[in-house]
């Protein structure tokens, strides 16, 4: 009955001056198969024996017998709360928990509300009555395992997080609601230059930026405290003298509480700090080269541009205005007065690649319908980067484009080639089961029911016999369409082999609705077949089976289908048949 601890009974240590209570609570708890180590009536007796325990796993090394494993330190703590002697209940645990971390329960008939609010600084993981019951007792230990389990879980991610927090290249800083820094981790530190000595008082963060980019962090602040994200450039001072350039990614986290205190706040502003010292000289260094790039600029077959954010081109190579069908670089410069609407065939799309552009400072392979100068339209591949002005604002665009209308076309030719049966159009047997598993997992969901019918050509081998594949070939592609004709845009029309159909009928009402749909079919399939050449007389044998009464799933449905499609083929006065489980057909 008792809980275990790594395959052994967990270990329970009492403090009880009560001689019928101590004896009752031994009796109760080994009974339900603790171990317990240990009963005492003096306070002080039970600190000196969990000390003597203490030193025995720590003279015996290693990390098991540290953690007190096997060594009989005890793994629950039950503490009469009103203890004789120098050193109540809460004295005890206090004196305890300096040696060794223990679940505490505290057992207690009343107490005062002095000793009570002291207890409660104990953090006991729970408080029973007293007289005790087993199923109480057992209860509460069992609760205060799991809780026990659950901080030393807490303790770990905490540990994790910690260390993910301090090995991260960008500085991060948690601020108050009062902007005092409560926590910053080892890359700002580097960052900023070190620690801050002589300050008595947590410091305020305001006080490490230059007085423009005090001034951005305020208006900035508004932002984000109404709900918002906000992302400022500027420097921050170092504390040896002179400043870094940094960009400041601020979020709000937390909610406010009255219980809030400076030790530990609620809520506050979460500060990521990028140092741009590196991108900087990036972007000078890129200056230097601004000579060899103007010759690949002109010179390059993919389209190159630069762009404001508002929508208006700045400059064009001489490749992109070719893809979208302007005379020159500058003729498109001109004209273009808004990329949104004027390039994009969905508006929407530019505001996407904007919002994406702002959020990670560039955009790698954005793939996205435009338009050429006619109105054609044409797909693309967009790589671009923002740069960022003094302010902090995006002060331009400039990136690459890539004509993919052939790949697209490619791309979008196979997977209809994936999907689709090459000779009739109509969808093949490998799309078909995808799609009816599909069918039926929403009819099981939605509680409605699905209808598979089933269709075999009769007569058909004799065309291809008589007159050769090509004329089979046109037969079939004229039946197809005949059956695509008597369904719904919705239903699914499959050829699944030679001269075998399904057709797939979904939200149905009743069985009349099959019933009507493969009567139609089987009409149109009798009609006589003439073109430039022979006429055929061409019918159709269907077979009915309805999820959920004959089926639960594509195999099973399939199979009385096919069985119903041969009952019909067999009956030469119907042209379809429902399948039964008699194997009989049922018009």
Request: proline share 3%; hydrophobic share 40%; glycine share 10%.
């Amino acid at each position: 009955m008792s809980e275990m601890l790594s395959g052994t009974a967990v270990r329970v240590l009492v403090v009880e001056d009560g001689s019928v209570s101590a004896r009752t609570l031994r009796m109760q708890l080994e009974n339900m198969g603790y171990d317990v180590v240990g009963v005492f009536a003096s306070g002080e007796e039970a600190v000196q024996c969990v000390q003597a325990m203490k030193r025995e796993a720590q003279a015996c090394g290693g990390a098991q017998a540290a953690a007190g494993q096997g060594l009989g330190l005890p793994d629950i703590l039950l503490v009469d709360i009103s203890l004789a002697g120098s050193m109540d209940g809460v004295e005890v645990v206090e004196h305890v928990r300096r040696v060794h971390d223990v679940p505490v329960i505290y057992l207690t008939a009343a107490t005062d509300d002095a000793t009570f609010q002291r207890a409660k600084e104990t953090n006991p993981f729970a408080w029973l009555a007293k007289p005790v019951t087993p199923d109480s007792l057992h209860r509460s230990i069992g609760m205060a395992l799991y809780k026990r389990e659950l901080d030393a879980q807490l303790r770990r991610n905490e540990e994790k997080y910690r260390s993910i927090v301090q090995t991260m290249s960008e500085g991060l800083v948690i601020l108050d609601t009062d902007l005092h820094i409560v926590f910053s981790n080892a890359s700002f530190l580097s960052m900023a230059g070190g620690e801050y000595a002589g300050v008595m008082e947590p410091l305020l963060f305001e006080s490490l930026l230059c007085d423009a980019t005090r001034r951005d962090f305020f208006m900035t602040l508004a932002k984000v405290r109404s709900g918002g994200r906000g992302v400022l450039v500027g420097n921050i001072l170092r504390a040896g003298g002179g400043s870094v350039p940094v960009r400041i990614s601020m979020t709000m986290w937390g909610e406010p509480s009255a219980e809030d205190d400076a030790a530990n706040p609620g809520c506050g502003i979460i500060c990521v700090i990028t140092d741009r010292t590196e991108q900087l000289a990036s972007a000078s260094a890129l200056r230097e080269v601004e000579s060899k790039y103007r010759t690949l600029f002109e010179n390059a077959l993919d389209g190159i541009y630069q762009s404001t954010p508002e929508g208006r081109f700045l400059e064009v190579n001489p490749a992109m205005a070719a893809i979208f069908g302007y005379d020159s670089p500058s003729a498109m410069v001109d004209l273009v007065r808004d990329i949104g609407t004027q390039m994009y065939a969905d508006a929407g799309d530019r505001k996407v690649f904007l919002q994406a552009l702002w959020e990670n400072e560039q955009v790698s392979r954005f793939q996205v319908r435009m338009k050429r100068r006619g109105g054609e339209r044409i797909w693309v591949e967009l790589s671009s980067r923002a740069v960022w002005g003094a302010d902090g604002s995006i002060s331009h665009i400039e990136g690459m484009l890539f004509d993919v209308t052939d790949r697209k076309k490619v791309e979008m030719d196979l997977r209809r080639r994936a999907s689709r049966d090459d000779l009739t159009g109509l969808y093949n047997r490998h799309y078909f089961r995808e799609w009816l598993n599909g069918a039926l997992a929403s009819a099981f969901r939605n509680g409605t029911r699905v209808a598979l019918l089933y269709i075999d050509l009769n007569g058909f081998k004799n065309v291809n016999d008589t007159y050769g594949h090509l004329e089979g070939d046109r037969v079939l592609r004229e039946l197809a369409v005949r059956i695509r004709d008597r369904v719904r845009e919705c239903d699914m029309v499959a050829r699944i082999g030679g001269d075998e159909f399904c057709v797939v009928l979904e939200g149905l009402n009743d069985s009349d609705d099959a019933r009507r749909v493969a009567h139609e079919i089987g009409e149109a399939l009798m009609q006589p077949l003439s073109g430039n050449g022979p006429v055929h007389s061409i019918s159709g044998s269907v077979g009915i089976a309805v999820f959920p009464d004959d089926g639960g799933d594509v195999d099973s449905l399939l199979h009385c289908a096919d069985e119903a499609m041969y009952c019909a083929k067999m009956d030469a006065s119907s042209a379809f048949a429902f399948w039964s489980r008699k194997g009989e057909a049922r018009k």
